[in-house]
């Protein structure tokens, strides 16, 4: 008869102790991890997407020039497309990439439209905004692969995979916010969109810097290539855009590249600030923060013009028809209403928006 | 690979497991490797440096052992033959072999450290010469590498060469052996400097896994990771902002700079050897005690028997005495003694060779004038003290104080700021800069500097200085009972078992919290890695 090998007394113990002191850890990295849910809300983006039950036939990548300039909620209503944007502070292409990746293990949407902006980075930038656009993905290769991408020379996989490594230094700042959102976190945006409805008319901008070198980096041009190949492995229409923001500056000789890119690989290409006044953009009222970014009435201005695009070129389902939809949207035309209102509600009474 | 970074702790992770895993005969060359691909990743080049000493030292100590017994045999073959005189002779004569050996061995060995650590530091003081003397010429420095931890394991395998020549250690038969214990990584890059038959036994016999040994090696390497990541590492941003700055923090503030420069370095040196001695213990391997709670001394000459203790005691066995018992040495101190007379002349051996001590234990430390005055500083604050010996001794037949608590705890206090004070030469970038802030921090001093803005100026937030508070509190009482009641590991493992289970957990919890890691922190280097 073979004998068994027992184990130890103290292993049991030690791996009661081990699971008490992870479960401890766990809890101890949801509390000290930032929330998002006000000052800062854009690191709350990326997380949002997971909660969504319905899938998009169009997806948006990109930094704040997609998740501030176009409404899903706009193309919804008046085109019944269901899309979704997947952006957030200073998205670098690759991470631009990776979100499109992480989101095609969930559903494959017809169109992908990624604004161009982000391809003047050629090397990873700030750590803040890395961990803004990363820290909300779920766990998977995908995400690694992201990290990997995009750490600064400081930065570090263990702090991506253990967030507590990261956070650990928060300890003295927390707050009942960060009790309060340990497990579940309000929602912050519309499909991805972040809603201002405040008014900064356009001002003058300094002169653009002259460059040595106009070329686009080869490290996030890569990274358009290899976006352009997944979605054309899985069926995908690629749609570059750029969206009809003043700053920074978008220089024509980068413009030409693109649209070069584009043509070579057929593509469509827009770049919405030459086209701003077929949009119907006013800088005077369109935008809330002197031209950076859209407001709602831009980005709607913006969404319905592009939509009228997408509707008639692509074979996109009309879902205003589909009873889960329709509740679904029903729900979320609410929210943003409400929003909407109570945006207004804190312009008129403070002159600002404050909570948002 | 700093001992407070990720992959260190992977790496001794990995080591531990195999350490208990593989069969016990590969536990030291596990080792061996374990120490080579340690210092491999700190640098490809350091192993040519590493592996010329070793080697040295293996083929000097080999043939001083085979002298030895050369001798040994011929004076046994010969015992029936050989008088007296003629024995000594023989004897003298293999010593003198053994002992053109050994020199050999020194001088390729400490003339490596020497001319990779003091080179540019010649250059410079003989370009700052040059200059004096109005010369326009400067001689350029050179790009010398300075191997990780050369100054610890240098002296560490010089002492174990010594002690072949003196008959005190045999000699290590197999150079693998004496190879692990000349690079054992752990202790490679700060110390301690360990003797050779303090350490071999347990460095190459096998060890059975021992939940009590690993447990408290363990509890040594969390507190060791605490002192490091939560206080020292936190405090150094306030130190920095300091001593960075000598324009803006005068008086009251340099007095803060020293006094938490003092924690700092503590925190840091002590955590240090805590890691290291803690990693050796999980594999049943004693490193000897380099701290016996220093701070807690009542005099520089026993803060000096307490601190980097197997420092000082290298140079007691390897300078202080040989120089002492030297022949010119005994010659000079008989001419003294005849010329001056009995008070002075007994006392010249002792001065010089504590000179040579002080002045050797400053220039190891580093390449700069700050050391050396450093060194030199601590041997004047112990020759004065020892001089005034008689005083002392009369203050205390009139007063009987000697053992009363509140004096004994002036007398701490007393030698807490006179070793800080010596520590200044440390921060200030040159020696008149630190003579200048050690005046201008009595003649600068203003209470009303020392406020609640100024303090959040050092780079430090209220929550960190409430935590230091706690911690400095914590770090006291750990030394009060370590001093009173022994080893604080023996007390916990002799608690409930919850409770032993509760410090490992309430340690991890600190360090990965209040550690002062990762982005945003400036995470240093262990101060003494830089020696």
């Known amino acids: 008869m073979i004998k068994r090998k027992r184990l130890p007394g103290w292993a049991g113990k030690a791996a009661l102790f081990l699971a008490v002191l992870l479960v401890t850890l766990f809890f101890l990295q949801r509390l000290l991890m930032p929330k998002y849910m006000s000052d800062i809300v854009e690191g709350a983006l990326t997380a949002e997407y997971y909660e969504e039950t319905t899938e998009h036939e169009v997806l948006f990548v990109g930094d704040c020039e997609v998740y501030e300039n176009f409404s899903p909620i706009t193309l919804y209503e008046e085109y019944g497309i269901s899309s979704y944007i997947r952006g957030s502070a200073q998205q670098l292409a690759w991470q631009s990439y990776y979100l499109l990746e992480d989101t095609l293990r969930y559903e494959t949407p017809k169109a992908v439209v990624f604004n161009v902006l982000a391809l003047k980075y050629d090397e990873p930038q700030s750590e803040a905004y890395n961990r803004m656009t990363i820290d909300g993905m779920k766990f998977s290769k995908t995400k690694l692969n992201a990290v990997k991408a995009s750490m600064t020379d400081r930065e570090n996989m263990l702090d991506y995979i253990f967030p507590i490594l990261r956070y650990h230094s928060r300890w003295s700042d927390l707050s009942g916010e960060d009790v309060k959102y340990m497990f579940r976190k309000d929602k912050i945006s519309h499909n991805g969109y972040y809603m201002r409805i405040d008014v900064r008319p356009v001002k003058e901008f300094p002169e653009p810097d002259i460059l040595a070198d106009y070329t686009l980096g080869s490290y996030a041009m890569g990274y358009l290539d290899k976006m352009r190949e997944l979605c054309e492995e899985k069926g995908i229409a690629l749609i570059l855009v750029k969206s009809p923001s003043l700053f920074p500056h978008w220089y024509d000789e980068w413009d030409e590249q693109i649209a070069a890119y584009a043509k070579e690989y057929g593509l469509d290409y827009f770049n919405y600030e030459k086209l701003a006044d077929a949009v119907g953009i006013d800088y005077n009222t369109d935008t809330y923060d002197a031209g950076l970014h859209m407001n709602l009435a831009g980005a709607e201005k913006l969404s319905g013009y592009f939509g009228q695009y997408l509707k008639e070129n692509y074979e996109l389902t009309d879902y205003r028809d589909d009873p889960q939809y329709q509740e679904v949207y029903a729900e979320k035309i609410r929210f943003y209403e409400d929003m909407e209102a109570a945006q207004r509600k804190e312009l008129e009474e403070y002159g600002e928006i404050v909570s948002y | ?531």
């Open chain 2, 1 to 531: 690979m700093l001992f407070t970074s990720y992959s260190f702790i992977g790496f001794i992770g990995i080591v531990f497991l195999l350490y208990y895993t593989l069969p016990r005969s590969w536990q030291w060359p596990l080792l061996l490797a374990a120490s080579y691909v340690f210092y491999f990743i700190a640098s490809p080049s350091y192993l040519i440096f590493i592996g010329a000493t070793t080697v040295s030292a293996y083929v000097v100590s080999l043939r001083l052992d085979a002298l030895k017994e050369e001798q040994d045999a011929y004076i046994k073959a010969n015992k029936g033959t050989l008088t007296r005189e003629e024995k000594k002779a023989y004897k003298a004569s293999v010593k003198a072999r053994q002992w053109k050996w050994l020199l050999l061995c020194l001088l390729f060995n400490l003339g490596i450290l020497a001319v990779l650590k003091y080179t540019n530091f010649v250059i410079a003081n003989f370009n700052g010469i040059l200059s004096a003397f109005g010369s326009g010429g400067q001689i350029s420095f050179v790009d010398l590498v300075l191997p990780m931890g050369i100054s610890f394991y240098t002296f560490q395998t010089m002492g174990y060469i010594i002690d072949v020549y003196r008959g005190t250690s045999r000699a290590e038969k197999n150079l693998f052996r004496l190879a692990l214990f000349v690079s054992f990584f752990p202790q490679l890059v700060q110390g301690p400097i360990s003797r050779y038959h303090d350490l071999a036994r347990s460095l190459y016999e096998r060890h059975d896994f021992n939940t009590k040994t690993v447990s408290y090696g363990l509890y040594r390497i969390l507190w060791g990771y605490f002192k490091k990541a939560v206080v020292a590492d936190r405090i150094l941003t306030a130190v920095n902002t300091i001593i960075q700055d000598p324009d803006t923090y005068q008086g009251g503030f340099v007095f803060v700079g020293m006094m938490f420069y003092a924690l700092e370095l503590y925190a840091d040196f002590t955590g240090g050897i805590d890691i290291t001695i803690g990693i050796a213990e999980t594999m049943g391997i004693t490193v000897t005690e380099n701290f016996q709670r220093p701070y807690l001394s009542k005099n520089i000459k026993e803060y000096w028997n307490r601190w980097h203790i197997t420092m000082g005691t290298w140079f007691t066995d390897y300078i202080f005495y040989p120089i002492s018992v030297c022949k010119p040495m005994l010659r000079l101190s008989r001419f003294s003694r005849a010329r001056f007379g009995d008070i002075i002349g007994k006392r010249v051996p002792v001065y010089l060779s504590s000179f040579a001590v002080w002045f050797t234990t400053g220039i190891w430390h580093g390449a700069s004038w700050n050391f050396i005055v450093w060194g030199l500083m601590n041997f004047v604050v112990i020759m004065i003290s020892q001089e005034c010996e008689p005083l002392y001794q009369k203050f205390h037949n009139k007063f009987d104080v000697k053992e009363n608590k509140w004096y004994g705890f002036i007398e701490i206090i007393r030698t807490i700021f006179l070793m800080s004070s010596l520590r200044m030469f440390d921060c200030y970038r040159d020696v008149p800069l630190t003579f200048r802030m050690f005046g201008n921090m009595f003649t600068h001093f203003r209470l009303r500097d020392l406020n609640a803005e100024a303090f959040l100026g050092l780079g430090l937030t209220g929550a960190d200085y409430v935590l230091l508070f706690v911690c400095l509190i914590l770090l006291v009482s750990v030394s009060l009972i370590q001093e009173k009641k022994g080893s604080v590991r023996d007390l916990i493992y002799a608690a409930p078992e919850l409770c032993r289970y509760a410090v490992f957990f309430l340690l991890i919890l600190a360090v990965v919290i209040f550690g002062a890691y990762g982005i945003g922190f400036d995470q240093s280097q262990f101060i003494y890695n830089q020696f």
